[in-house]
């Protein structure tokens, strides 16, 4: 190696005494990086490691970590109190109505939507880290347990306990970093899609027909073959319902009084907290109106309205997750074949990878929406919510995880801690044991408009425009999740969405944007080049880089200097190929120097015994361009 | 947008005039960007694009490109002319036993080698970019093409088609950069892997057994299942022809007399000259000896070794290529069921990609070696090989490319254009016109001696000591690469090294490096926290720098900037988390200013209604540090 680093020498010494120039930014970050450590050290370092490692897990900072609760519960105060009951009770009252109706997406009888909702929020008291993630059955999990388990109940509360052991496992290897590889518009794109297709299954129930399907391309072709069956009392009951629902939603931001809050009389703030409070219940008063009515038309004999009909009253019962499904007669004919265990596992099949990851993605929106700046742990918010779908399952619950509609309720709802899941998990079981008998009345058709009401503002067209204006290239992978979403199974969709974003990432590994300029030396007015590429040297771009600078000089004949400044790494096929670049250089008797090359990516260049100029101090590098 | 844009107004109007110091490099680089074209503005250009587009399609300078030899024929001079002669008989005596020996790698009878060998030769004259690419059969293409038609010669001829239509597509779709994404590490893997497995199907002609196999562990395996049949004198002579080789290739390098050129007297100059030559032609003339051997052996009656055994003399009929497969029977049986075209077209299967792929591989490695620096088109090696291998399939010849060994060979004879594969084409014809009853003799054993001393070359464990001292990491796709390839068919044993890489580009792309510094301001010593990523900001990357500046943000409590010298790029997502930090910071009402951002990058966060704050002026920054 033949570089002068008298220069590099000298810099290291000199900057950090000297005051911090406009210039010097990017170059005192190169000349500052570690001093790389050999191969031994690192090995000899691997013994310590391990025992600091496992010193850690028992350190009080890691219990504090995986048992967030000891943070907030010594501190825990009568006005964290008030708000966590205040908010733990308005949640409950989205939690109840969205729990029948999401057992319905997944194509269950809407008791197991109740009975996802409560033990859940339990255990996320313990170990979740964020306030405002009421545990329970979501839209997108719910539709998701339908893709994998076809609506059998035992598959699905089986999908709920292996899914949590996954999460689990997901949780102690730490690859919530997964989920950086899902991007903004990939993430859009899916939901949108998600919230169409759930859209197009509740539509059936809202006209009273029978449909089915998997696809949102399948569910409309089934509804438009079964169009004719169309039942008049549902249909306007469900619409009805809707344009209510969408009445009461505006209600929650209508403010009366003078727009200051402190200029507000007790009445106006009274008011408004009620307008407020009544817009958010919205779902709960529905169902009870609804339910009156279902009520009062179903005591006529008269079947108007289809009913979601019996749902057995009490708890259920805590037994383990059906670990197979036994033969089902109905008196001499076999109407369910038996199951093993090894069947229903390869019935959930890619389920078992998908349900987890969207749980955890669905889950992370929350928390990065409402987390106000402060880091959140992916790995304990996988440890939690897998140890409550764990729990969930032994009292037949379906994959739930937090969603979004209920955090907002609960931010809004001045929660403090995770204690208001408390609340929540209390009303469920409260409804579980005494009002049953009164949710045979509730109308499947509204239900069917209290989720069309809320899945219809998942669809993120507001995403469209800021994109179009802040870069144009994203669209095409929303597009694209967002299409084959609709057209496929919603794990193959994201998976085009995030297949394309790997291409984009790829092919900018690929192409660096390389600036040339003619420069002349101070004084002597040599001409030379000075190429300087973007961003570092790795293998897909190395002979793309090798083909421009002989180009470029042999076009121009001076000598050629590379400005290094942005090249913070490189590989071994990128040593190679600046050998080979040098070589080609020599072989012409043109110079071809390095500036300001990081330290740690000349040792890379050296590997394959490279001899290559490197200069860092600029008068020198024009000293050696001005040599004949 | 809040930045303070004067203070880069001013520098685009000073830095130029002023004197290139050592620190303006990457600021001034930063500054000199394009303006960006508004998109009406880019949809106005399509129209002039295209017409321009078609336009060079007819240009002189497309013309030469397309057609390499309208450059160097006319200036076709009598010296050229004698170094290629020389160069393509040279080529030819090592081609013509390559030929033979190859055609056994691919389970077909001796003749379809050099029906492959002498077309291509003619086509590349006038197509190829390269003076050293000797068109014809190789080792690598010979596996592939036995991997993928089962030594079926219609099967194989047909993928030459096949491989030469797709070769040619490519071309015209520019898909040659896909090579960029095989890196060295996973090239030597796959290259010395594949040698293996050559050396190992070799095996078997030296023990003279029959043993069969796909992969590596199948082939031996099979040999050990039928050591017990190993003959005699086959093995013998095998082993005898190895070490024969071995020294022969030693001949080359023996230089006799002073070492300077110069220095030399003409006898000592033709005895270097002649032992060059004999080493050179070490393959042809112990074809020639070992012949002998056959025919004198052969002459008693006695079967003391298998010989290659029948070539049909004579050109090969010029004929379409095979598109579907006749029935054989034998008297009553069926020997082989009638094939249709599809029916051939799926036994083809990956194969269909992987020769192709693997051929330009092949190819652009020797293009690389003895390119001297001058840019190679892809495009234009896959339109002159996908040629020559449609041209080949009219007469018989299956898959072939340029090959490393006749490149290097052409590439020491003094080759000088591509018109040496003229002589080289024309000496195949003299062999196939004449020599073929000659052929009859040759042992098998000596024919796959050839293989092996040539392929044991192809291990590649020279690299593995260069790679260790360049980037350790690089073994794993290496080593992952060699593994595979010997455990797996060829084409999934090199998809596990390319995805092993796009696993590292991709955590490369999540995970910047990003320094951290307490600063103080000039004068006033306000403190505050630089934070410099050193690289774009795209969508892997936006949560894990967002979580990272918030942690430091609130650890330090003092006013931060992000110095963004090196952000070259940002992506949608990268711009709403950047919007989310922002909004992370003013909530905690502490100071997050953003110094020397890409005015394109700030574009891309503009689109999101982004109010950040840029400066590209040191001092202002600090007075607004300084500001309370």
Same mark, same amino acid.
Request: a neutral charge.
């Given at each position: 190696?033949?570089?002068?680093?008298?220069?590099?020498?000298?810099?290291?010494?000199?900057?950090?005494?000297?005051?911090?120039?406009?210039?010097?930014?990017?170059?005192?970050?190169?000349?500052?990086?570690?001093?790389?450590?050999?191969?031994?050290?690192?090995?000899?370092?691997?013994?310590?490691?391990?025992?600091?490692?496992?010193?850690?897990?028992?350190?009080?900072?890691?219990?504090?970590?995986?048992?967030?609760?000891?943070?907030? +519960?010594?501190?825990? $105060? %009568?006005?964290?109190?008030? =708000?966590?009951?205040? !908010?733990?009770?308005? &949640?409950? #009252?989205?939690?109840?109505?969205?729990?029948?109706?999401?057992?319905?997406?997944?194509?269950?009888?809407?008791?197991?939507?109740?009975?996802?909702?409560?033990?859940?929020?339990?255990?996320?008291?313990?170990?979740?880290?964020?306030?405002?993630?009421?545990?329970?059955?979501?839209?997108?999990?719910?539709?998701?347990?339908?893709?994998?388990?076809?609506?059998?109940?035992?598959?699905?509360?089986?999908?709920?306990?292996?899914?949590?052991?996954?999460?689990?496992?997901?949780?102690?290897?730490?690859?919530?970093?997964? +989920?950086?590889?899902? $991007? %903004?518009?990939?993430?859009? =794109?899916?939901?949108? !899609?998600?919230?169409? &297709?759930? #859209?197009?299954?509740?539509?059936?129930?809202?006209?009273?027909?029978?449909?089915?399907?998997?696809?949102?391309?399948?569910?409309?072709?089934?509804?438009?073959?079964?169009?004719?069956?169309?039942?008049?009392?549902?249909?306007?009951?469900?619409?009805?319902?809707?344009?209510?629902?969408?009445?009461?939603?505006?209600?929650?931001?209508?403010?009366?009084?003078?727009?200051?809050?402190?200029?507000?009389?007790?009445?106006?703030?009274?008011?408004?907290?009620?307008?407020?409070?009544?817009?958010?219940?919205?779902?709960?008063?529905?169902?009870?109106?609804?339910?009156?009515?279902?009520?009062?038309?179903?005591?006529?004999?008269?079947?108007? #309205?289809?009913?979601?009909?019996?749902?057995?009253?009490?708890?259920?019962?805590?037994?383990?997750?059906?670990?197979?499904?036994?033969?089902?007669?109905?008196?001499?004919?076999?109407?369910?074949?038996?199951?093993?265990?090894?069947?229903?596992?390869?019935?959930?099949?890619?389920?078992?990878?998908?349900?987890?990851?969207?749980?955890?993605?669905?889950?992370?929106?929350?928390?990065?929406?409402?987390?106000?700046?402060?880091?959140?742990?992916?790995?304990?918010?996988?440890?939690?919510?897998?140890?409550?779908?764990?729990?969930?399952?032994?009292?037949?619950?379906?994959?739930?995880?937090?969603?979004?509609?209920?955090?907002?309720?609960?931010?809004?709802?001045?929660?403090?801690?995770?204690?208001?899941?408390?609340?929540?998990?209390?009303?469920?079981?409260?409804?579980?044991?005494?009002?049953?008998?009164?949710?045979?009345?509730?109308?499947?058709?509204?239900?069917?408009?209290?989720?069309?009401?809320?899945?219809?503002?998942?669809?993120?067209?507001?995403?469209?425009?800021?994109?179009?204006?802040?870069?144009?290239?994203?669209?095409?992978?929303?597009?694209?999740?967002?299409?084959?979403?609709?057209?496929?199974?919603?794990?193959?969709?994201?998976?085009?969405?995030?297949?394309?974003?790997?291409?984009?990432?790829?092919?900018?590994?690929?192409?660096?944007?390389?600036?040339?300029?003619?420069?002349?030396?101070?004084?002597?007015?040599?001409?030379?080049?000075?190429?300087?590429?973007?961003?570092?040297?790795?293998?897909?771009?190395?002979?793309?880089?090798?083909?421009?600078?002989?180009?470029?000089?042999?076009?121009?004949?001076?000598?050629?200097?590379?400005?290094?400044?942005?090249?913070?790494?490189?590989?071994?096929?990128?040593?190679?190929?600046?050998?080979?670049?040098?070589?080609?250089?020599?072989?012409?008797?043109?110079?071809?120097?390095?500036?300001?090359?990081?330290?740690?990516?000349?040792?890379?260049?050296?590997?394959?015994?490279?001899?290559?100029?490197?200069?860092?101090?600029?008068?020198?590098?024009?000293?050696?361009?001005?040599?004949?």
């Amino acid at each position: 190696m033949a570089y002068e680093n008298r220069a590099l020498n000298d810099s290291m010494l000199n900057i950090p005494s000297e005051p911090r120039g406009a210039f010097t930014g990017s170059n005192q970050f190169i000349l500052n990086e570690d001093a790389k450590k050999s191969t031994r050290d690192q090995l000899r370092a691997i013994g310590p490691w391990c025992r600091q490692k496992a010193k850690n897990i028992f350190r009080k900072k890691t219990l504090y970590k995986r048992l967030p609760f000891l943070s907030w +519960l010594p501190r825990y $105060s %009568g006005a964290d109190a008030v =708000g966590d009951l205040v !908010a733990g009770i308005t &949640v409950g #009252l989205t939690v109840i109505p969205q729990a029948l109706a999401y057992a319905g997406i997944a194509g269950l009888p809407a008791a197991y939507g109740l009975y996802g909702s409560f033990m859940g929020c339990f255990v996320y008291i313990f170990l979740g880290s964020h306030k405002d993630v009421p545990m329970g059955p979501t839209a997108i999990a719910s539709l998701l347990t339908l893709q994998a388990s076809k609506g059998v109940w035992q598959r699905s509360v089986l999908l709920g306990f292996l899914t949590g052991l996954i999460e689990i496992l997901m949780g102690i290897l730490g690859l919530g970093f997964l +989920l950086d590889f899902v $991007s %903004g518009p990939v993430n859009s =794109g899916f939901t949108s !899609a998600v919230a169409l &297709v759930i #859209l197009s299954s509740q539509v059936k129930d809202v006209l009273g027909i029978s449909a089915s399907g998997n696809t949102f391309i399948q569910m409309w072709s089934s509804i438009f073959e079964h169009i004719q069956d169309t039942r008049l009392w549902d249909t306007v009951l469900g619409i009805l319902c809707i344009i209510v629902l969408m009445l009461m939603r505006k209600i929650t931001s209508i403010k009366i009084g003078p727009e200051n809050d402190g200029d507000k009389t007790t009445v106006q703030k009274i008011v408004n907290k009620l307008l407020w409070l009544i817009g958010t219940s919205r779902n709960a008063i529905l169902v009870v109106i609804c339910g009156g009515i279902g009520a009062c038309l179903h005591s006529t004999g008269q079947q108007y #309205l289809k009913l979601i009909g019996d749902i057995p009253p009490g708890l259920p019962a805590f037994q383990p997750p059906p670990f197979s499904i036994p033969a089902v007669t109905n008196g001499t004919e076999i109407i369910q074949e038996e199951e093993s265990f090894s069947e229903m596992v390869s019935q959930l099949g890619s389920g078992l990878i998908v349900v987890p990851l969207i749980a955890l993605l669905e889950n992370m929106a929350i928390c990065k929406v409402f987390s106000e700046g402060k880091p959140i742990d992916a790995s304990q918010e996988l440890l939690a919510i897998g140890t409550a779908n764990v729990v969930n399952s032994f009292v037949q619950g379906y994959p739930g995880n937090g969603a979004l509609s209920r955090g907002a309720v609960s931010h809004a709802s001045g929660s403090r801690t995770p204690m208001g899941s408390l609340y929540t998990g209390v009303l469920v079981i409260l409804a579980l044991l005494f009002f049953t008998p009164y949710f045979y009345f509730i109308p499947r058709a509204a239900l069917a408009a209290i989720i069309i009401a809320a899945v219809v503002f998942m669809v993120e067209v507001r995403v469209i425009k800021p994109m179009w204006r802040s870069k144009k290239s994203d669209l095409l992978p929303g597009l694209a999740t967002f299409v084959a979403c609709l057209a496929l199974p919603l794990e193959f969709g994201i998976l085009v969405g995030i297949g394309i974003n790997v291409v984009f990432i790829l092919y900018h590994s690929a192409r660096p944007k390389i600036s040339i300029e003619l420069c002349a030396t101070t004084g002597v007015n040599t001409k030379y080049l000075m190429i300087t590429p973007d961003r570092c040297l790795i293998f897909p771009s190395t002979e793309y880089v090798r083909n421009l600078v002989n180009k470029q000089g042999i076009k121009s004949q001076t000598p050629v200097v590379i400005d290094c400044s942005h090249i913070y790494g490189a590989d071994y096929t990128a040593a190679t190929v600046i050998e080979t670049l040098v070589r080609d250089f020599d072989s012409r008797g043109q110079k071809i120097l390095f500036y300001n090359l990081k330290p740690s990516v000349v040792h890379v260049f050296e590997g394959v015994d490279n001899h290559i100029l490197v200069y860092y101090d600029f008068d020198a590098l024009e000293r050696v361009i001005n040599e004949k």
